[in-house]
């Protein structure tokens, strides 16, 4: 999206009176006003219910305009029951019909479940196990290690995982998340009470789930597929909040590994039974909404309860798939070290999700009539508990201390979240910042997000070039199915997460505690 007009101040009265100098910004017929320091706010106008809202810094504003990231914002906000603000991340960019890097909570009793502002792999999400190497520990050892986990770990397009079994057996995956595992030896306690829900959705129906979506997770339980997923193996680079840190289990130079996938075909297959379902059940809504990729079926209705169970399966079914894949790291990292994961101390850190759905309730501030207002909009007057329906679509729950849903083990520091850059930048360990439930419902960004598609970067990339330089230049071992892969995954393909979790932190959704970076790399 091209800016049309370039920006002015204007003096508007601030909340309590002041006056606050507003920039106002024009992308196209997109208008945004500048609220403060990384907030930007497009008004409520024509069809819109609510306002929305980007949290992003010049640059970063500057790279989000640039497609059609502010448009699908604008049309998120004509979902009915939409509450407070749309929300889009720093690490903003076009999706499916919601853009990824937002947020919509829509009210669970009057609006209604979106499968498009979820997206099509369900419960994709990271998960970082800790280990008590240090980065001399395995110096010399980089290719040995990288060589033994692409061997292990299955990945790519198609079917292949650690576990290949029948539909009865994902049947119970889906009903019961990583319990299955632990029941199988595939997981311990501890990696539940270490995981978002400790990893099961009590709401999960395996019966909305399709017999051609358990048919496509048969063979797939434990793999990586392709695309932006990955297991990378990292060093801590930097500790920024020391007691934080010292509550994770994060000290300077310790050896990490970051696990990101999702539900693999079978949440791609839950997710289009759903739209189709939808589009021809709900059409007289679709035809009120901007964009056919936002169908959406209204709260109550029997498609949104049986898409919402189907989804919660396929949220179980996620994190079953990273809990064999860590349970298979840590049989290699065994082979390789020459003792056992738990002399290693391969515990699970966190397993957190960032494309999801789930009821949450949240206080809302409302005017005087009762309606659902931004929190530190000049017109709220009290505040309410509603349980909402909090898509998070590349967003991470990022819940603050105190917080029920926050593991014992962190409920004083804040929850774990887990920010990934590219294979050659490096990622993060934030923890709930205290105004994210304010301003951004307890969310913030899930990557550095695009900067082209994959089409563009195979275009402008050569893979075996970015594998040589990776290596030659920065002594990171990258391993994958295919060169195309990794000129689709390219650094120069993605934002600066650096600025990224910057903006995070310094808007307080989500705290900087530890920087990683990268040692090696397999991807599908």
């Known amino acids: 999206m091209t800016e049309r007009v370039t920006e002015s101040a204007v ?14 910004r024009e992308f196209g017929d997109v208008t945004l006003e500048k609220v403060r320091e990384h907030v930007w706010e497009m008004p409520r ?13 010049e640059p970063l504003l500057e790279e989000i305009s640039d497609d059609k990231t502010l448009e699908q914002l604008r049309n998120s906000t004509e979902l009915p029951g939409m509450t407070s603000h749309a929300v889009c991340l720093p690490d903003g960019h076009q999706g499916y019909g919601f853009p990824v890097g937002g947020v919509g909570a829509i009210d669970a009793e009057h609006g209604c479940i979106s499968p498009g502002a979820i997206g099509y792999d369900i419960n994709c999400g990271v998960r970082m196990v800790k280990t008590n190497l240090t980065y001399e520990d395995i110096e010399g050892k980089e290719e040995e290690l990288v ?11 198609g079917g292949g995982g650690v576990v290949e079994t029948d539909v009865d057996t994902v049947t119970e995956v889906l009903d019961r998340g990583v319990d299955w595992a632990l029941e199988h030896g595939y997981a311990v306690e501890d990696d539940l009470r270490h995981c978002e829900d400790e990893g099961m959705r009590p709401d999960a129906d395996p019966g909305a789930v399709s017999a051609e979506a358990k048919n496509r997770g048969k063979n797939q339980i434990g793999s990586l ?12 680079t930097d500790v920024y909040r020391e007691d934080v840190a010292d509550a994770y289990g994060l000290t300077e130079n310790q050896i990490v590994v970051l696990i990101h996938c999702g539900s693999r075909g079978l949440g791609h297959q839950v997710c289009t039974d759903y739209l189709r379902k939808i589009e021809k059940r709900h059409g007289d809504l679709l035809a009120e909404l901007p964009d056919k990729e936002l169908a959406a079926a209204p709260a109550g209705s029997e498609l949104a309860e049986q898409y919402y169970g189907a989804m919660c399966a396929a949220i179980n079914f996620a994190w079953v798939n990273r809990q064999l894949i860590t349970h298979r790291t840590r049989r290699v990292f065994e082979r390789v070290f020459g003792d056992s994961w738990e002399t290693l101390e391969m515990d699970l850190l966190y397993d957190v999700a960032h494309n999801i759905g789930k ?14 207002v931004p929190n530190d909009s000049p017109d709220a007057v009290d505040t309410e508990n509603r349980e909402l329906y909090v898509h998070r679509k590349g967003a991470t729950r990022a819940f603050p201390a105190g917080r029920p849903e926050v593991p014992s083990a962190y409920r004083d ?8 850059g590219s294979m ?6 934030l923890r709930g910042g205290d105004r994210s ?23 402008e990339f050569w893979g075996g070039d970015v594998q040589d330089d990776l290596e030659e230049m920065n002594q990171i071992y990258v391993k994958a199915e295919s060169g195309a892969t990794i000129a689709e995954e390219a650094p120069g393909v993605y934002k600066d997460v650096d600025e990224v979790v910057r903006v995070s932190d310094e808007l307080g959704i989500g705290d900087k505690v530890v920087r990683t970076y990268p040692v090696c790399n397999i991807k599908g």
């Open 413 to 420: 520091v804040g929850q774990p979240v887990i920010i990934p």
């Open 45 to 57: 106008e024509g069809d819109m219910n609510v306002p929305a809202r980007v949290y992003a810094s």
């Open 359 to 372: 009821k949450e309730v949240h206080e809302v501030s409302v005017d005087a009539n009762g309606t659902a």
């Open 225 to 236: 597929g392709s695309g932006n997923h990955f297991l990378e193996v990292q060093r801590v």
């Open 147 to 157: 060589d033994a986990l692409f061997a292990n770990i299955p990945s790519g397009l």
């Open 11 to 24: 003096t508007l009265l601030g909340v309590g009176g002041g006056d606050l100098n507003m920039t106002t």
């Open 424 to 429: 050659g930048a490096g990622s993060y360990v």
């Open 437 to 459: 439930l304010e301003l951004t419902f307890g969310s913030t960004a899930h990557g550095a997000g695009r900067l082209m598609s994959r089409t563009q970067a195979k275009q």
